[in-house]
């Protein structure tokens, strides 16, 4: 995607943007690219180790969520259900 629609999602300025994707681009975990429609614009894209850490990252605080979750009465669980439902309904692009 174009860094200022990084920027727009991530909710940040575009100078901000800059530097996190030129300190990303620095580890090696994004990369950018000449944007086909526009020459002064350029897209970025995850490289393959950023996808592996970016997956990684979420399989962690996927397990970290289901074992708390785990822990929790089916009381609560039935309204945490209830409550995700509602977050869809008002909110269907997160």
């Keep these: 995607m174009r860094l200022s ?14 530097k996190l994707v030129a300190a990303l681009e620095a580890d090696g975990l994004v990369r950018r690219r000449a944007d086909g429609t526009d020459a002064r614009a350029f897209r970025v894209q995850a490289t393959r180790r950023g996808t592996t850490l970016l997956h990684e990252g979420r399989r962690r605080r996927v397990a970290k969520l289901a074992a708390a979750l785990r822990r929790v009465h089916q009381d609560e669980l039935t309204v945490l259900v209830r409550a995700a439902e509602i977050i869809e309904r008002v909110v269907p692009t997160i």
């Design 5 to 18: 629609e990084l920027a727009r999602i991530e909710q940040v300025k575009p100078p901000t943007m800059t």
